[in-house]
Each structure stands twice: as structure tokens, then as C-alpha cells.
């Protein structure tokens, strides 16, 4: 009796693995594909635009990531799709030293994507998003050969550069990270990145070739007309003091409506700018703050710089910190507002505002902010900060401005906030300059890569 029940104990587990290798294996997944984030859903915009490509062109989706913010409306509503939410670290890790925290969290993480992924109906595409990427490339990799599904990687960046930033390029958590993503980033099927940089680096120093997939705005990224800036300011104002208007009625800080129904720009109104940022070490906030005081300073004693008001928009953890910051320093003509803004609300926002700010310093010189895709395609110029292949964006002069410290965006601040009193013409000029950018979105570039690259796959294969 006990041989029996040790056979049984010893083989059913091993039966079972075989039979469902063996039956992944027969059954040709339907057109389907399922795209991992080992993050936030709804903070993973270009993850979401895949999603709703792949849906429009008839494929189902399972979109799996983490939960927190509500994902794009275009997500939710969409048949095809579907939200898988993964189960979030037990927070009791942190309390533990750091190399035991990150271990127990991989170990945490990779059992419990590999059994999300592997108890989902099959799909023939895992979609993967890099970074983070440990340990999501190698888990996924796995269930690939497990189910007979392809692997295919979207690379944002390097996740061990990321880690790098806080842990020193050195260590030897930074270094174990390199090795892993060199080697199983090159069991994928198929690869896109973010700018020419990322292609030519991944095919010289990691044999990987990958076609470049430019992020594009999605089609709600537009300029804001009046009346709906204006009905998104007086909704604003219910919820942040810095948008109303209590010296006039019908009227925000920067808008007002007469008796008629007629909506204008106030004349002597603030300008409006704009930074979104994920309040980590790779945007320093530092900068941007250390600019606006010094043009605080500034506009008092110069009556042509217009008052600001800047609207800074995420989530992170270095957000508080300057949250305190702000509100300990006496300002004078600078206001600040630092919303979690709906995902409806945020491009109105950016189609309305005069400038935009881009703080992003990438970890590893070869990807691109996304941030500012959003604000070319609603006509917004930035002031961007420099970074290795930020030309393939952001044309210094021409679609916005470039700077390397505070001092030079104090610089570009003044001048551009000079001509706005005087009628604009340099932002006019700048968002004019941005139309042709605006004629091409997402889908129509993402049929021209990522769905050429799987029809080509398939007649391959």
C-alpha cells in the first residue's frame, strides 16, 4: 500500500507536467496575445496602446500587471480585452535587510506570474515589457517553452541601469542584473525598442536585433479648444484653490464666460506650465524647482514675466519630499499644483497649457519620454532636458528648447515667458512647427512595426 501511494505522489505530479506540456503543445493558440507589465497598468500608457492595437486588428488580449490606477478608458471598454490583476508583494518584505527584501520579492513575484500566466487560456504572443526585468523575462521565457508560445519583448530601457541609479553601476546585484537581462533577453522571438540609439546598442553589445517602434500620442491627445479648457479649469477649481478665480464670477484664473455664453482668455492671466513626472531618481524635480525660484525672484522686479502657475502631475516616491518643499518657501508669483489628474482630464490639460517641462534623465542614454510624446501631440512645446539621444525628439529651437541645468532653463523660461506677454510668438511658432509630428499617431505607426513584424513571423514559420 505505501509503494502505491509513494508511486502516486512521486509520479502524478510529473503525468500531469507532461500532459499539459504534451496538450499546450497540440492545441494551436487561437489569434490571441498576452501582455505583461510588472507594474501599474494604468501608469503603463504604451502597454495600454498595444493593447487596443492588438484588439483593433483581432487579436484577444490578457493584459496582466499590477493594479493601483484605473487603466484607459479604450482598455475597459474593449471586448477583446481583458485585466488580469496580480497580487502585490506582502509589504512585511520591506522590514527585512535589503538583499534578503529583494530576494523574497523576486522569489514573491516570479511564483506568482508564473502561475497567473500559466492558468490564463493560452496565448500564441507573450508581450512583454522591459524593464523591470527581473524576473519577468526569464518567467515568461519559461512559460513560453511550457505552452509552446512565442516571446515577444518591447525594451523601454535597461532594467539594470535603472537599478544602477540608486545602487552604483558596481554592485553586484547591478551587475547579476546585466548578466540576466544579456542572457535570457536574447531568448526572445521577436524585439522592438524605443529610439534608433536602443537598436543599434541591443544588435553591437547584446546580439539582439530589434526594429524601433517610436512612441506616438494616442488620437485623445489634441489641442484643448477654449470651452472645453474652460469647462476642464472650472471642474479643476473645485478641487485645487490654484484654478479659481474669487475677483470674478463665471470666471477661473486663466478663463471666463460672459452673460452671452462667451468664453475668452483673461487677458492679464498667468501662464500655464506643465511637467508630469514619476518623482524618481531619474527626474531630478530639483532642477525645475531651483529654476522657479530664482524667476520668482525675477518677476518681481521684472513687470514683463508673467505670474506662473505650474501643474505638476504623477505619482512617486519622491513626491512628498517636494511636496514639503514647495509649501515651506514663500512664493511670491510662481503657484504650484500637484494633482493625480482623471485619465480623461489629463490630455485637455496638456492641450491647454502654454509650455511643457520634461525632467526625464534616462539611466541608460537610449530611450525617450513618453511625457513628451503626449505634449507634442497636443501642440505643446517643451523645455526638455538634455540627454544623449533626446535629438531624436526634441529639436532644440525648432519643437521646443534644450537645457542642462537650472541656470539655462531659468534662461529659457525668461525668454519664452517674456513673449508671451507680447503675443506668443515663439510658442506659436514652436507649436506650429509640431503639426507634422501630430499627423501621424499610434496605431498607423504600430501597424507599420509591430504588426508587419508578426504577419512577416508567420509566413516565416
Known amino acids: 500500500m505505501m509503494l502505491v501511494v509513494g508511486f502516486v505522489c512521486l509520479w502524478c505530479p510529473v503525468i500531469f507536467l507532461s500532459l499539459y506540456i504534451v496538450f499546450n503543445y497540440l492545441v494551436r493558440g487561437k489569434k490571441s496575445v498576452c501582455i505583461v507589465v510588472l507594474g501599474d497598468t494604468g501608469r503603463s500608457p504604451r502597454m495600454q496602446y498595444h493593447a487596443t492595437s492588438f484588439a483593433t486588428e483581432g487579436f484577444d488580449v490578457d493584459l496582466v500587471g499590477y493594479g493601483g490606477s484605473a487603466p484607459f478608458s479604450a482598455v475597459n471598454n474593449s471586448k477583446r480585452i481583458t485585466v488580469y490583476e496580480l497580487m502585490q508583494t506582502p509589504s512585511f518584505q520591506k522590514s527585512l535587510p535589503r538583499i534578503f527584501s529583494y530576494f523574497l520579492k523576486v522569489l514573491f513575484q516570479s511564483c506568482i506570474l ?44 535597461y532594467g539594470y541601469s535603472i537599478l544602477s541609479l540608486s545602487l552604483g553601476i558596481n554592485h553586484p546585484l547591478v551587475k547579476f542584473s546585466k548578466w540576466y537581462e544579456h542572457v535570457f533577453g536574447r531568448m526572445s522571438d521577436l524585439n522592438i525598442c524605443v529610439t534608433r540609439a536602443m537598436k543599434k546598442d541591443l544588435e553591437e553589445n547584446w546580439n539582439i536585433r530589434a526594429e524601433t517602434l517610436y512612441d506616438r500620442p494616442a488620437e485623445m491627445f489634441q489641442q484643448t479648444s477654449l470651452a472645453d479648457a474652460h469647462q476642464l479649469f472650472t471642474k479643476l477649481a473645485q478641487q485645487y484653490e490654484v484654478f479659481d478665480n474669487r475677483d470674478l464670477s463665471n470666471s477661473t484664473v486663466f478663463t471666463t464666460e460672459s452673460q452671452n455664453g462667451k468664453i475668452e482668455w483673461l487677458k492679464n492671466r498667468p501662464a500655464l506650465v ?10 531630478d524635480f530639483g532642477i525645475l524647482l531651483k ?40 512664493w511670491t508669483r510662481v503657484r504650484f499644483c ?20 520634461c525632467l526625464h534623465a534616462s539611466s541608460s542614454g537610449l530611450d525617450l519620454p513618453m511625457k513628451v510624446v503626449d505634449m507634442f501631440g497636443c501642440g505643446l512645446p517643451v523645455c526638455a532636458l538634455q540627454f544623449n539621444c533626446l535629438s531624436e525628439l526634441v529639436v532644440d529651437g525648432k519643437n521646443g528648447m534644450v537645457f542642462e541645468d537650472a541656470n539655462q532653463l531659468l534662461q529659457q523660461l525668461k525668454i519664452l515667458m517674456m513673449d508671451f506677454k507680447g503675443g506668443k510668438t515663439r510658442l506659436k511658432r514652436m507649436s506650429h512647427n509640431l503639426e507634422n509630428f501630430q499627423t501621424l499617431r499610434w496605431h498607423e505607426s504600430w501597424k507599420s512595426v509591430v504588426l508587419k513584424m508578426l504577419e512577416q513571423k508567420l509566413k516565416d514559420d
Do not use: M
Open 114 to 157: 508564473g502561475l497567473k500566466l500559466l492558468l490564463l487560456p493560452k496565448s500564441s504572443w507573450i508581450f512583454l515589457q522591459n524593464p523591470p526585468s527581473i524576473p519577468t523575462i526569464a518567467v515568461c521565457w519559461v512559460v513560453c517553452l511550457l505552452r509552446g508560445s512565442k516571446l515577444f519583448v518591447d525594451w523601454h530601457n
Open 274 to 283: 506643465i511637467s508630469s513626472t514619476s518623482w524618481t531618481e531619474d527626474e
Open 291 to 330: 529654476a522657479l525660484t530664482e524667476y520668482d525672484k525675477a518677476q518681481i522686479e521684472d513687470s514683463s514675466l508673467p505670474p506662473l502657475i505650474c501643474v505638476i502631475t504623477g505619482k512617486g516616491p519622491q513626491k512628498e519630499f517636494y511636496r514639503e518643499k514647495i509649501q515651506n518657501h514663500n
Open 338 to 357: 500637484l494633482p493625480w489628474l482623471e485619465a480623461e482630464d489629463y490630455p485637455k490639460l496638456l492641450g491647454a497649457a502654454d509650455l511643457g517641462i
